[in-house]
């Protein structure tokens, strides 16, 4: 999914160079600076503003289901465990439950899925060439291109 996010950035700039920049992001920054170019983009009409809207959406669940595999891992024990988080402002009671193979094939199938209604609502708006403006820069320079440009 973080894949298809960064060639809808690029396609969404327009530009080769928006890679140097989204290889900097995560998830949830691409998502949201997806939205809000999409809801700028002036060469878009509402209908594939629309549908690329509601992919981001759906990425944007993806992702907060997979961070929550991923970072209330750390508490998980077998069965049902309460588990009181605390910050320095408040703390708040979070019921962790033990995740099963089947719901981890399950958020995978979603994050799939998500990847895959982006790429539709990239190819849709831009056509199928946009989703490769991503790689331009790489294919040029001969490497990735990394926080440390050059690198």
């Not at 530009?15 to 809801?39: N, P, Q, T, W």
């Not at 056509?127 to 331009?136: F, M, P």
């Amino acid at each position: 999914m973080e894949r298809m996010l960064r060639a809808a950035f690029s396609a969404l700039v327009g530009s080769k160079y928006a890679a140097v920049v989204d290889g900097r992001l995560m998830a949830f920054a691409l998502i949201e600076d997806c939205r809000h170019i999409a809801k700028a983009h002036t060469d878009l009409d509402d209908q594939a503003r629309h549908r690329l809207v509601a992919a981001l959406d759906a990425c944007e669940e993806a992702n907060r289901k997979r961070n929550r595999v991923i970072h209330d891992a750390w508490a998980t024990r077998p069965g049902d465990v309460m588990v009181t988080l605390q910050s320095t402002r408040s703390s708040h009671d979070v019921t962790v439950k033990a995740r099963t193979i089947g719901e981890l094939h399950q958020l995978a199938d979603e994050i799939s899925g998500a990847a895959d209604h982006l790429t539709a609502a990239i190819s849709a708006a831009f056509g199928s060439a946009a989703l490769r403006i991503e790689d331009q820069l790489r294919l040029e320079l001969g490497h990735d291109i990394s926080t440390e440009f050059g690198t």
